[in-house]
């Protein structure tokens, strides 16, 4: 008889013991080699047309990039954050607080072709999902971005997620991106217009149906697919919506929308401002899930 590679007889107790213990931890090493890499990027541009220096924006005593920093980091099944930016002064900002940052090219036309410049430098090397983490999501849970991620380990390309619409005035908005997706969970449009759009009456709000639905802004992706994206010229829908992922879309791409409970709202316009350092300032919960107070 024998004990792996070892005869029986040769096994003491004490020997035996290590043998067990020794295998356990090579078969834990072994399982979690096989754990996707995840890097999570930030892209931050300092030219945001509606806040002007969003990024850097002080709220409850902090950068609005920190907050969003120590969002991300907070994310389990995240293994390095990196924020992508053209402005020496965000990543100035962003290492003064322990940060990385990663300097790009300031003529990148969306988030995601920034990220993919980071993907492309070191801190690339060994990374097999790629997250692409707004900047103005201080409070987008770490469960949520998990879905995402584990969308992609479980075989999507791409993996998005949207919450379900509340009300009609959300619906009607056009700051306000929807996507309609099918049954399966891939996504078959997007746009800033009401859709789906009901042909009499109107929508009855929430939704159990889950039809209405609002984008939320995260996406992961595999690096193929990343990689692919980026490769792609401006599409037709994407120059009428001006939204990005439809070019991903009219390529044939598949996008897979994980439906999650809607998060606080991100910071969009200057009221948004307000209502995060209400939170923040009173005791919103940080990334390690404890209650604390900034003032």
């Known amino acids: 008889m024998r004990v792996g590679d070892v005869p029986a007889h040769a096994l003491t107790p004490a020997s035996a013991a290590h043998y067990v213990t020794e295998r356990v931890r090579t078969d834990f090493e072994t399982r ?28 409850a005593g902090r950068p609005l990039i920190e907050w969003t920093w120590l969002r991300a980091l907070s994310v389990p099944c995240v293994d390095r954050v990196v924020v992508a930016t053209d402005s020496d002064e965000i990543a100035s900002v962003v290492c003064s607080f322990g940060g990385e940052a990663c300097l790009t090219s300031s003529s990148h036309a969306s988030g995601t072709d920034r990220v993919a410049e980071v993907l492309g430098g070191e801190w690339g090397r060994g990374a097999e999902i790629v997250v692409n983490f707004q900047a103005d999501e201080p409070f987008l849970p770490a469960e949520a971005v998990c879905e995402a991620v584990d969308a992609v380990r479980n075989g999507a390309a791409v993996a998005t997620l949207a919450t379900p619409i509340l009300d009609f005035d959300e619906w009607q908005s056009l700051a306000i991106v929807k996507v309609a997706r099918a049954a399966d969970g891939r996504a078959l449009y997007f746009s800033r217009a009401a859709i789906p759009n009901l042909r009499a009456g109107a929508p009855r709000f929430p939704d159990t149906e889950r039809v209405w639905l609002r984008h939320i802004g995260l996406y992961a992706y595999t690096v193929d697919a990343l990689e692919r994206w980026v490769s792609l010229p401006e599409s037709a829908l994407e120059k009428v919506e001006q939204l990005e992922q439809l070019r991903a879309l009219e390529a044939g791409m598949e996008i897979n929308v994980q439906v999650v409970e809607a998060p606080d709202a991100g910071i969009d316009v200057s009221p948004d401002l307000e209502r995060a350092e209400r939170l923040l300032s009173t005791g919103y919960k940080n990334l390690y899930g404890k209650q604390e107070s900034h003032v």
């Open 32 to 59: 979690n080699a096989h754990l996707m890499t995840v890097l999570c990027v930030l892209p931050a541009r300092i030219g945001s047309l509606r806040i002007p220096r969003k990024p850097l924006q002080i709220i």
